[in-house]
């Protein structure tokens, strides 16, 4: 089973609003990374936060981390029509490989 | 800048039949993945390598096989494809293990239909 997943498969939003993102995972870890999928291009990375980070922050895109609940969020402000993609979560725990979640669909309308 | 690139794009295969991916990244990384993608499923690890010459089974290795014949290259080979492969198949390269080194530098996948 996967380690970590996103919470919602499918979010639908219009242009200039606010998005969240939120991703539970199973295990202790020292970081997690978040990655955007845009149709017909293979993932690339957003954020990537550490177990001893809180916040992290990367234009329009904010990362939470709560290691306490084992849970992230990605937070998009203002968001733009080529905002939309598929998100990712991805962590892994002390030395062992990366685990993606199922990712999360993103819509942004006009 | 970072590069990953895959060959073929696009490809259909008849079951039963041999079918190889092709990876190059030109990052000078040590590690390189293959990851399938399906829908529901995400991104799920096949086979993964640290140097050349040597491979790793991944989460779901069944019915693959890999070859790292040089640090910029990573092949996938099926053997004898089969319905259940269909799919789109991704290379990636790091620079370092773990998710907190660094990112997946992704290529933009091969869709592979088994027929």
């Known amino acids: 089973s996967q380690l970590a997943e996103e919470n919602l498969w499918a979010l639908s939003v219009h242009e200039g609003e606010s998005v969240t993102v939120n991703c539970s995972y199973k295990?202790?870890?020292?970081?997690l990374q978040w990655y955007r999928q845009k149709s017909g291009e293979g993932p690339a990375q957003l954020i990537l936060?550490?177990?001893?980070?809180r916040e992290k922050r990367n234009g329009r895109l904010r990362a939470t981390l709560d290691t306490s609940s084992q849970s992230s969020s990605l937070s998009i402000t203002a968001t733009r029509c080529e905002d939309t993609a598929v998100y990712f979560c991805?962590?892994?725990?002390?030395?062992?490989?990366?685990?993606f979640g199922k990712g999360a669909k993103l819509t942004v309308s006009p | 800048e970072a590069a990953v690139t895959q060959s073929p794009r696009s490809k259909v295969a008849v079951t039963g039949g041999k079918v190889t991916l092709s990876c190059h990244q030109t990052?000078?990384?040590?590690?390189m993945y293959w990851y399938r993608q399906d829908t529901g499923h995400g991104l799920r690890l096949i086979h993964y390598?640290?140097?050349?010459?040597?491979?790793e089974k991944g989460d779901i290795p069944d019915g693959y096989k890999a070859s790292r014949p040089s640090q910029e290259n990573f092949s996938l080979i099926l053997e004898l494809a089969s319905l259940s492969q269909t799919a789109v198949y991704f290379c990636?390269?790091?620079?370092?293990?773990?998710?907190?080194?660094?990112?997946?530098?992704f290529g933009e996948g091969s869709k592979l239909t088994v027929l």
């Open positions: 936060i550490r177990s001893n980070e």
């Open positions: 990052n000078n990384h040590d590690y």
């Open positions: 991805a962590t892994a725990g002390t030395g062992s490989k990366l685990s």
């Open positions: 990636a390269s790091s620079g370092d293990w773990g998710p907190n080194t660094g990112q997946l530098y």
């Open positions: 295990t202790s870890i020292t970081a």
């Open positions: 390598s640290y140097v050349a010459d040597s491979t």
